[in-house]
């Protein structure tokens, strides 16, 4: 997973020359937990069954058999856009969500077709605005 901001349009449209499967899941206008499991339920198209917490992401990031395409691609990338201000709304939500997401890439790390996870943030013009963080957080604990 990338942890920091890069140009979100020439990595899609080069997963997508390679046949890979391609998301875009933006965190526009996300303040709290259960904004974001909508938003991740619209965007991704999770299945009826998604429980909408923590525990429920994380299965269907791992199980991804509700994918049309499960295993047609030849890659898998989820684009994260606009973070900044759910991170620094809600950091400890976030770093939860960082969480889940590195769990998910590591579990496919080793397999095909594989997932990968971008985050993508438009590049202030005069640095970070205030609580957010400069970069994703790096994980120290467990959700529970």
Same mark, same amino acid.
């Given at each position: 997973?990338?942890?920091?901001?890069?140009?979100?349009?020439?990595?899609?449209?080069?997963?997508?020359?390679? +046949?890979?499967?391609?998301?875009?899941?933006?965190?526009? !206008?996300?303040?709290?937990?259960?904004?974001?499991?909508? &938003?991740? !339920? @619209?965007?991704?198209? $999770?299945? @009826?069954? #998604? !429980? +909408?917490?923590?525990?429920?992401?994380?299965? %269907?990031?791992?199980?991804?058999?509700?994918?049309?395409?499960? +295993?047609?691609?030849? +890659? &898998? $990338?989820?684009?994260?856009?606009?973070?900044?201000?759910?991170?620094? =709304?809600?950091?400890?939500?976030?770093?939860? #969500?960082?969480?889940?997401?590195?769990?998910?890439?590591? #579990?496919? &790390?080793?397999?095909?077709?594989?997932?990968?996870?971008?985050?993508? @943030?438009?590049?202030?013009?005069?640095?970070?605005? =205030?609580? %957010?963080?400069?970069?994703?957080?790096?994980?120290?604990?467990?959700? !529970?």
């Amino acid at each position: 997973m990338t942890l920091h901001p890069q140009p979100l349009a020439p990595a899609l449209a080069a997963a997508e020359a390679a +046949g890979w499967t391609t998301v875009r899941l933006d965190l526009d !206008g996300v303040r709290g937990k259960a904004g974001l499991m909508r &938003r991740c !339920g @619209e965007a991704l198209r $999770l299945p @009826e069954w #998604f !429980g +909408g917490n923590w525990d429920a992401l994380a299965d %269907v990031l791992q199980d991804l058999s509700w994918l049309p395409d499960a +295993g047609a691609a030849a +890659g &898998r $990338l989820v684009a994260v856009t606009s973070w900044s201000g759910y991170a620094g =709304a809600r950091p400890s939500e976030w770093e939860t #969500f960082v969480e889940v997401l590195e769990e998910a890439v590591d #579990f496919w &790390r080793e397999q095909e077709p594989g997932l990968t996870v971008v985050l993508a @943030e438009p590049v202030p013009e005069r640095g970070p605005a =205030a609580g %957010v963080p400069s970069r994703a957080p790096r994980l120290r604990r467990r959700r !529970g």
